[in-house]
């Protein structure tokens, strides 16, 4: 056989010199680790076409998790919560912000405290001795900010717990498993048929503070990173692609460009209640 046939033969058999590797993105598993799964499974899908390689999406058990992936190199592409993400860029500041997430029409949201609306709470400062439900030690809404309601309006609580979701929390707080909890302004719309408007009462409610950033490895190549950030930014539910990628749960409109002063905000609740990085 020629030579050059030969080798022809040889390099088919060994396949690519230089496979395209799948990349790996996770977010925090803010309405349950399953349904987070569920409703980021298109926006893989979709950022796979547009990048032209696989995207394996990996969903952890909770917001540390995630970024103990990052950290140890284990996914390309994570999307977090404004806590998360400042402890994470605190703890890797090479990390690269590529866009930040719009929802429910608006680039911000709040952390409601809430308690059952048959129950007898009707303020905060009743709220002292009495147990609470948070979400996650890394949730913006679900921990940070309404720890600083409470230290503000001074109230000592009894017995708290994390619930790992705010839909968690909801349930505790409706079933009286605990007198109250924290949950983002977001639940309302992610748990529209329970009704929550009428079933839950509102006791304090925070600043706003921006959604969800999706950073990436500095190692990705600038070719790569220029198409995710394209592809996340062209991405909204004014067309029908959009929507089909989207409209979960959560009601996400799209991506906008991202600053990471944007999060000052909650880099300064984190020093006003000292909560450790």
Do not use: C
């Not at 748990?191 to 503070?209: F, P, Q």
């Amino acid at each position: 056989m020629p030579i050059r046939l030969l080798a022809i033969v040889a390099a088919l058999a060994a396949g690519p010199a230089n496979p395209v590797r799948p990349l790996k993105l996770s977010r925090i598993p803010h309405i349950s680790q399953e349904a987070t799964r569920i409703e980021n499974e298109p926006l893989a899908a979709h950022l796979a076409k547009r990048l032209g390689q696989k995207v394996v999406l990996d969903i952890p058990k909770d917001y540390d998790a995630v970024i103990e992936q990052l950290a140890r190199g284990e996914v390309d592409i994570a999307i977090l919560a404004p806590l998360t993400y400042v402890v994470a860029k605190k703890r890797m500041p090479e990390l690269v912000l590529v866009a930040q997430l719009v929802a429910e029409g608006s680039g911000q949201y709040w952390s409601y405290i809430v308690t059952a609306a048959d129950g007898p709470i009707k303020t905060l400062p009743e709220l002292s001795g009495k147990s609470f439900a948070f979400v996650d030690r890394r949730s913006t809404s679900g921990y940070l900010l309404p720890l600083g309601l409470l230290h503000a309006a001074g109230v000592k609580l009894g017995p708290a717990s994390f619930a790992g979701s705010h839909p968690d929390v909801v349930d505790l707080v409706l079933r009286h498993k605990v007198d109250a909890g924290a949950i983002a302004s977001t639940t309302f719309g992610h748990m529209r048929d329970a009704n929550l408007k009428e079933r839950l009462r509102i006791l304090a409610k925070s600043d706003t503070v921006p959604f969800d950033a999706v950073v990436v490895q500095p190692n990705l190549s600038n070719d790569v990173v220029s198409l995710l950030r394209t592809a996340l930014l062209d991405l909204n539910t004014r067309t029908d692609e959009g929507r089909a990628v989207l409209q979960g749960l959560t009601s996400s409109n799209g991506f906008v460009e991202a600053t990471d002063s944007a999060y000052d905000g909650v880099r300064r609740a984190v020093e006003k209640v000292g909560l450790a990085p």
